[in-house]
C-alpha cells in the first residue's frame, strides 16, 4: 500500500500556477485565527495569505503532488547573515507542511534532503528556521541558536535619565537614518540578517500600520546610531526592537523612555540576544521571561568552515560529524591553523578529535553554548579537555543576534 501510495507522488518546484495550492496549505499550516487578522491589519484571511506570495515569487518551494494536487511543501527564502563577522548566504526555510492525511510517509524527510541539496547547490551554507516543533527540526539537523527575551517593567522601575550629548527624533519607521544604523548594527552583531528592502517588507508584514513608530537617536554631530520601534497604548509602552551602534545610543533612547513616566503604567518589549535587561537597571526586580526564537543548521560542514573566521591558533584538531540528512557532512574534517592562515581538510584526520553531530556543531559555531557546556552535558566528545579549551579560544564569544521572522 506505501509502495503504492509512493508511485503516485513526486516531487516538483511550486510555480505561480500552484500560487493557490501554496496559499491553501500555508493557511493550513499557519492555522491563521481571526484575532490574528485583526492585530496586524488585514481586512480578511485572504488578503492575509495573499501577503504571502511575494515569498512564493522570492524563494525556492519545491512539494510533493499527488497527481495534480500539492500536499506537502516547504520554501527556501534566499538571506544574507552575519556570522562573527564574516557574510554567509543563508538559506531560510518556512512555509514547511503536508496535510494530515499523507502525514507518517517521509515525505518532509525528502523534501527536507531535497531543500539541503537545493541550499548547497546554491552555496547557502547555513540555513536557519522559526520552530514550530523544536525536537522535529533537532532530528532534521538544525539546533537552537538565539533566544528572545521579554521583559516588563513598571514606570516606577524606569531607568534615571542619563546626560547625553545627543537627542531623539521620531521619525517614520523607513525613514533612511532607520537603514543606515540597522546596516551597521548589522555588520558589527554576529547572527543578524543583512536586509533588503524585501526583508524590510516581511519584517513589517503582520504590524498593525498604527503602530509603527521610529525613535531615533542622534549624538552630539548629528550622526544617528540607534533606533527603537514602538507603540503606546492602553497606558503601555511597548518595545518591538531596539538596536544601537553604542551605550551612548542605548542610554539615549531608554531616556526617551523613561521620558513617557507621566503617560504609562509599563513598559513592555523584546530583546533578541543572550543580554538580560535586569542587570542594566538599578531597580533590577523586573519580569523576563526567555525562550528559544531561532534555530540554525549548517548546510556543509567543509564550505561553512573555511570561511568561519576562527580566532588565531597554532595547531590542528579534526572534526568527526555526523548527519541524519545531509550524507556529504557525515566525514572528519580537520582544522589547521598556522601564521594566522586556517586550513579545512575533509577526509583526513588530523590532530586530536572532537565527535559532534551537525546540530550540536550548528550550535556551537553559531555560540549559543560554548564548548565546554557542550562537553560537560556529553553534546560533544573530544580526545582531552585541552582541545575543549582550544575550541574555546578559537570561537568567538558573542551571542547571535536575530530579531527577523519569515
Given amino acids: 500500500m506505501e509502495e503504492h501510495f509512493r508511485d503516485e507522488l513526486q516531487i516538483l518546484p511550486v510555480e505561480e500556477k500552484d500560487v493557490d495550492q501554496f496559499n491553501e496549505l500555508l493557511s493550513y499550516v499557519f492555522q491563521i485565527t481571526e484575532s490574528d487578522i485583526e492585530e496586524s491589519g488585514f481586512d480578511s484571511k485572504k488578503e492575509m495569505i495573499k501577503s504571502k506570495k511575494p515569498i512564493l515569487e522570492l524563494s525556492k518551494v519545491f512539494g510533493w503532488f499527488h497527481k495534480e494536487q500539492l500536499i506537502s511543501q516547504i520554501a527556501i527564502y534566499p538571506c544574507e547573515v552575519n556570522i562573527h563577522g564574516a557574510a554567509y548566504k543563508m538559506g531560510g526555510i518556512t512555509g514547511v507542511g503536508t ?50 527575551l521579554t521583559f516588563k517593567i513598571r514606570d516606577t522601575q524606569l531607568p534615571k535619565q542619563v546626560d547625553v550629548p545627543g537627542m531623539v527624533e521620531r521619525q517614520n519607521v523607513d525613514h533612511p537614518d532607520v537603514f543606515a544604523v540597522y546596516d551597521t548594527f548589522a555588520k558589527q552583531n554576529h547572527g543578524a540578517l543583512k536586509r ?44 518591538k526592537e531596539m538596536f544601537y551602534l553604542n551605550q551612548e545610543a542605548r542610554n539615549g533612547l531608554w531616556n526617551f523612555i523613561s521620558a513617557h513616566f507621566s503617560m504609562v503604567y509599563w513598559v513592555k518589549g523584546d530583546i533578541y540576544k543572550n543580554e538580560p535587561l535586569a542587570f542594566l537597571l538599578e531597580d ?19 564550505e561553512f568552515l573555511k570561511r568561519f573566521p576562527f580566532e588565531s591558533f597554532d595547531g590542528a584538531f579534526h572534526f568527526v560529524v555526523t548527519d541524519p540528512i545531509a550524507d556529504w557532512n557525515n566525514d572528519t574534517f580537520s582544522v589547521m591553523s598556522k601564521d594566522d592562515e586556517v586550513v579545512i581538510q575533509k577526509g583526513v584526520a588530523i590532530g586530536p578529535s572532537v565527535t559532534i553531530d551537525i546540530q550540536t556543531l550548528s550550535c556551537l559555531l553559531m555560540n549559543y553554548r560554548r ?9 560533544l566528545q573530544a580526545a582531552s579537555k585541552k582541545t575543549i579549551h582550544l575550541l574555546e579560544q578559537i570561537i568567538p564569544d558573542m551571542e547571535a543576534y536575530f530579531s527577523d521572522y519569515f
Fill in 99 to 148: 496535510y494530515p492525511e499523507y502525514a507518517g510517509h517521509g515525505l518532509m524527510q525528502d523534501l527536507v534532503k531535497k531543500a539541503l541539496e537545493t541550499m548547497r547547490e546554491d552555496k547557502q551554507w547555513i540555513s536557519y528556521l522559526y520552530p514550530y516543533n523544536i525536537p522535529y527540526y533537532r532530528r532534521k539537523g538544525w539546533e537552537i541558536m538565539s533566544d528572545k
Fill in 196 to 239: 533588503s528592502h524585501f526583508h524590510w517588507e516581511e519584517y513589517w508584514r503582520y504590524e498593525n500600520e498604527e503602530e509603527r513608530t521610529a525613535a531615533i537617536y542622534y549624538d552630539g554631530a548629528g550622526k544617528p546610531t540607534g533606533v527603537l520601534f514602538y507603540w503606546v497604548a492602553e497606558e503601555i509602552f511597548h518595545v
Fill in 284 to 302: 533590577s526586580q523586573i519580569t523576563e521571561t526567555i525562550e528559544p526564537y531561532y534555530m540554525a543548521r549548517i548546510v556543509d560542514v567543509a
Fill in 371 to 379: 564548548a565546554s557546556y557542550l562537553y560537560r552535558i556529553e553534546r
